[in-house]
Every structure is written in C-alpha cells, then in structure tokens.
C-alpha cells in the first residue's frame, strides 16, 4: 500500500428529522443563500417548500437557480456564479442529486475568481482552495459528491467532460434523508445504483499491491450493498432500509476512506465521461454498460485472481480453483446484474451511439497518456473496449 493523508471535514447528517438543523448550518455562514436545483421533483415531493419555509421563517435570504442539467453544464455554473456575484452570496445550498451538487461546487469555485468562469479551472486542472461554502440536502443516491471534493462539469461546445476538484470543494454540510430518494423513477435508482457500485470497483478495487485487507474488505462490502438493496429500492421505492443502505453507501464509496493509498486511473469513469460528453447518456447507464467488457478486456492470467475473489466476495460465487474460470463467472456476474436485476439496455447501440467519434473519445481518454489500473490502457485499447460495447 501507499502512503496516504485522509482528511474529510464534511458534517453529516443522516436520517428521516434532520432538516430543522438546516438553518443553524447555514447562518454559520452567513443569510444570503443560493439555493441550486434541478427539475421539479423538490417541488413535487415537498422538499423545495420545506427549504423555503426554513429559510425565511429564520431570516435566511433565499435566491435560486434552477434547471441544472443532469450533466452539469460550465454555462450554468456560470450563471450561478453571476448572481453570487451580483447578489453577495454567503454560501450555496445544492439541493438534489449529484449533478445539482456538482454544479453548486462549479458555482462556489467561479464566484470567487475574476472572470467567474468555472471553465477557466476546469480547463487549466486547478486544484480548487478556495469557494464558497457549499451546503448538500441529497436527493439520489449516486455520485458521492456530497461528501467529496470533486465535480464533474460538462462544455457541451467543445465535447468535455472534466473533473474539477479541490479542498474547497467539499461540502461543509450534508443532509442525507433517505426519503427524499422514495420518488425516484425506477431507471434513476438503477443508474445511480450502479454509479456507486462502479466507483468501488474502478476507483479502488482493482488496484494491485496498493492496497490492504481490512479496506479491500470495506470495499467488498459497500459493493455487496448495493446488489443486494438496489432491487428491493426498484421494487419498493418507499422502503426506508432499502433506500438508507444506498444513500449511505454513495457517501462512503467516494469520502476517500476506502481510498487508503490506492492509486488507480479509474478506467470506466475516464471511458464513459466521453460517452456522456459527447452523447449527454445517463452516467451511470454508460458505465454499466462499459465495466463488464472492460473486465473483459483486461482479464488474463495476472488479473483474474482479483477479478475472482470480486465474484466470490460481493456477489457470492462459489470459490473456483481455477482463477481464470471463476473471473469469467464474476464478469458474467456483472453483466447480469447490469442487464437483467437493473433492467439496463446493454449496448451502445441501443442508445443510438455508433464508432464515428470513437477514436476522438479514446484519445480524450487517456489524455495524452494511458489510463492506469491492473492493466493499463492506450488510446487503442480504449477504442477496442468502446466497439466491445456495440
């Protein structure tokens, strides 16, 4: 294992009575919020009137952006951080799923530099130290970015999708209550489901000697969470334990304790973010379609002992003497649940996506580089697995 610092300041709150500790967290900050949401689910499931109400029965002024895409674009960031501008905002209130939270961090890092273009960052890889206070209610279980310091954000001029991470970016608060998840449509909870299964499996799991056993394990287990309550949550979207176990596990498979010293180029992620830049997919969708024919592409005799162990460990394959036998059976393990417990389309080119941009996507994958992992990948590598996927 490697060296490692692990630090996450974010303040959780957890559980079904947590909101009416909503105003004292953000008067710390000051009582100028800007509240950033998506559609109209907070309105339709009460949670944007609760908000409203706790801010101005506590003095808290309130302004809004709304209609933050489901990748986030720069240009709405941008705007965001206008009216933080403009109006002197103290602290942003991300209330919503990860794309919502995502563009609230974009909107923090803009606000306080000059230009107040979150592009400016995006584009140069700043490393983000200062923003404003962010402030998460989590609505999805999905991307972890309530309790992480990263973003992804979306220049759909330019066909990228790049990650924007920092310091600063990590919320100072999160309130997570598992009801607000209760009206998800089904293919949502699928997706976001299979997003933190996924950042398990690519961020970490897979990563050679760089790791330990009682974290490996820790691993293990958060993966094991989601395949066994992801379809109790799609049967039944209102069954509280079901929907606590999945917003839990979004939040630890990505606060970095289960990163302890790993290194990892995080294969899938680099891979369906161009999916998703140039096609606008469901993240989660192009990533359960992605990861098992990426294990496929990588399984060989000095990989299939850890893609083995995967099978018997979360999915409770039965120990297989031969190492190469019992990673085919954990690969045919992924794609079942992918495909026919998650009910997810299965190729790209159900999606509409076809190899005119594959080539340009391979190489903006690897940027400049190979992505590293068990098995490294070149830009000619990461074409091979995008056709595998047609």
């Known amino acids: 294992m490697n060296d490692f610092i692990f630090h996450n300041p974010d303040k959780v709150y957890f559980g079904r009575n947590i909101m009416e500790n909503l105003p004292k967290e953000l008067l710390k900050f000051g009582k100028k919020v800007l509240m950033v949401y998506g559609g109209g689910s907070i309105k339709k499931n009460g949670l944007y009137g609760l908000v409203k109400n706790l801010c101005n029965d506590n003095g808290i002024e309130l302004f809004e952006l709304s209609g933050v895409e489901p990748n986030p674009r720069h240009t709405t960031a941008n705007k965001g951080a ?64 309530e309790m992480d310091g990263w973003a992804v954000i979306s220049n759909m001029e330019t066909n990228e999708k790049i990650g924007l991470g920092g310091s600063a970016l990590i919320p100072k608060v999160a309130f997570e209550n598992p009801e607000y998840s209760y009206t998800l449509p089904t293919y949502q909870t699928a997706c976001g489901a299979f997003d933190i299964f996924n950042h398990v499996l690519d961020n970490y799991y897979l990563a050679g000697d760089a790791t330990f056993d009682m974290v490996l394990e820790m691993q293990e287990a958060v993966m094991r969470s989601v395949v066994k309550w992801t379809p109790i949550a799609m049967a039944e979207p209102e069954n509280y334990e079901a929907r606590a176990n999945l917003m839990w596990a979004s939040s630890m498979a990505l606060n970095t304790i289960l ?53 018997v460990k979360v999915f409770g394959l039965p120990e297989n003497e031969n190492a190469m036998d019992g990673a085919k059976s954990a690969i045919n393990a992924v794609s079942d649940f992918c495909f026919n417990t998650l009910g997810l389309k299965s190729t790209l080119t159900e999606l509409e996506i076809d190899t005119t941009h594959f080539k340009a996507m391979a190489e903006h994958s690897c940027n400049g580089g190979v992505i590293t992992g068990l098995k490294n990948l070149t830009p000619a590598d990461v074409e091979k697995i995008y056709e595998m996927c047609l």
Request: charged share 15%.
């Open 82 to 145: 206008e009216i933080c501008k403009k109006e002197d905002i103290d602290v942003v209130l991300a209330v919503g799923g990860g794309s919502t939270i995502d563009c609230a961090k974009g909107i923090a890092a803009a606000a306080v530099i000059e230009s107040g273009n979150v592009w400016d960052l995006v584009s140069t890889g700043t490393w983000v130290t200062d923003a404003l206070p962010v402030v998460a209610v989590l609505t999805n279980a999905a991307t972890g970015s």
């Open 259 to 311: 990163d302890a010293g790993t290194v990892h180029g995080c294969a899938c992620h680099a891979m369906e973010h161009e999916l998703s830049a140039y096609y606008d997919i469901t993240h989660g969708h192009g990533l359960a379609i992605l990861t098992p024919r990426w294990l496929e592409y990588i399984l060989d005799e000095t990989t299939a002992p850890a893609i083995a162990r995967f099978g």
